[in-house]
């Protein structure tokens, strides 16, 4: 296995893993230069922040004081603002086998309170796990829901709409029109985000949408938040299960952040262009997307995303690859789901 990443965002430009018979597939989207991730604006890859998904109106009360964040979806603050953390140049270096990337955001960034000194860690380890770490401290109080932004596509190609989703999620949050949760928190149970038992991305892609795509006749398939439950001895949670039957290739994702957000990329296509000149197309990839709650500022009671002088930010993420035989989409995906990796990539 090799990744790559770029200083430019702290950005994983690419992950290549050995499938099942192994021939080796670069299994995230990306672009090929620096002036491609400049002009894109589908976060292929990057660490997004200081907030992660989305903040109504940009608006948000700290220590009793408004503070305006820059609106770039519509009248809302999406991933940080206009240039956030995946606009910003990353010092990165090797440091005992990892790559560590830092980068200190002045105080008024993208309207943010305090200086916030932030470093993000990818390590690959020799059982196959891309283990990704986020940590922060601030100088006064501030907002920090610091995500990773990857798309995977662990065919190497074509869309994810073949590829089957697992995660032991029950609930899911209630949003508008505007992707903004309303606050109430709701069963999966019935709804085509009831992953619970495996389900095929293109099952419900249509069915689904929040939100018409301009242009197209279909919708964006998910762009759902969807409740995590408890973590495990180690601190972590296992949040989904993604499995491409046509590859042979599956990671199970853990994390130590209370919500997923699954984001089928139904926004992307057009004129964007990926590695190789290849053209995006619309699910080409699909976000799982491990953060805090959207909005969590406005409602008591989602789990805070404020943090403090003296505190310190942490969010941790594994990717655990491994091998399955070539199977059907659906149930057969889920051999051995709960109980770790299958056959580990050597």
């Given at each position: 296995m090799m990744i790559r990443v770029a200083d430019h965002g702290a950005?994983?430009?690419?992950?290549?893993v050995p499938d099942s018979v192994g021939v080796t597939r670069d299994v995230v989207l990306g672009h090929d230069s620096l002036a491609d991730y400049i002009a894109s604006d589908a976060y292929f890859g990057a660490v997004v922040g200081r907030f992660a998904n989305r903040i109504r109106r940009g608006e948000v009360t700290i220590a009793g004081k408004v503070h305006h964040l820059p609106c770039n979806e519509g009248a809302h603050h999406l991933h940080g603002g206009p240039t956030g953390f995946d606009r910003r140049i990353w010092t990165g270096a090797d440091k005992d086998g990892a790559l560590v990337f830092r980068r200190t955001s002045p105080?008024?960034?993208?309207?943010?309170?305090?200086?916030?000194?932030?470093?993000v860690r990818y390590e690959l380890t020799a059982d196959a796990r891309l283990k990704i770490a986020m940590r922060a401290e601030t100088d006064a109080p501030t907002l920090c829901n610091i995500a990773h932004h990857g798309y995977w596509n662990l065919a190497g190609a074509g869309t994810v709409l073949d590829h089957v989703l697992t995660s032991p999620a029950a609930f899911l949050l209630a949003t508008d029109a505007d992707l903004l949760p309303t606050g109430e928190v709701l069963t999966v149970a019935g709804t085509g985000c009831d992953f619970r038992g495996g389900r095929r991305i293109g099952q419900d892609f249509d069915a689904v949408s929040l939100r018409p795509n301009a242009g197209r006749t279909a919708g964006v398939g998910y762009d759902h938040t969807l409740v995590l439950g408890a973590r495990d001895v180690d601190g972590l949670c296992l949040a989904a299960r993604l499995f491409s039957p046509e590859s042979g290739l599956g990671f199970d994702l853990r994390t130590d952040a209370p919500a997923l957000q699954v984001y089928s990329g139904g926004d992307l296509g057009g004129q964007l262009v990926g590695k190789g000149g290849v053209p995006c197309v619309q699910a080409g990839g699909i976000a799982l997307e491990t953060q805090g709650f959207p909005c969590a500022p406005e409602f008591a009671h989602f789990p805070s995303t404020l943090l403090d002088v003296r505190e310190t930010y942490e969010h941790r993420i594994e990717v655990c690859f491994f091998h399955e035989a070539k199977l059907g989409a659906g149930g057969a995906a889920l051999k051995n789901w709960g109980k770790g990796p299958g056959s580990a990539v050597g």
């Open positions: 950005t994983l430009q690419a992950v290549h105080a008024g960034e993208m309207g943010y309170p305090g200086t916030l000194r932030a470093e």
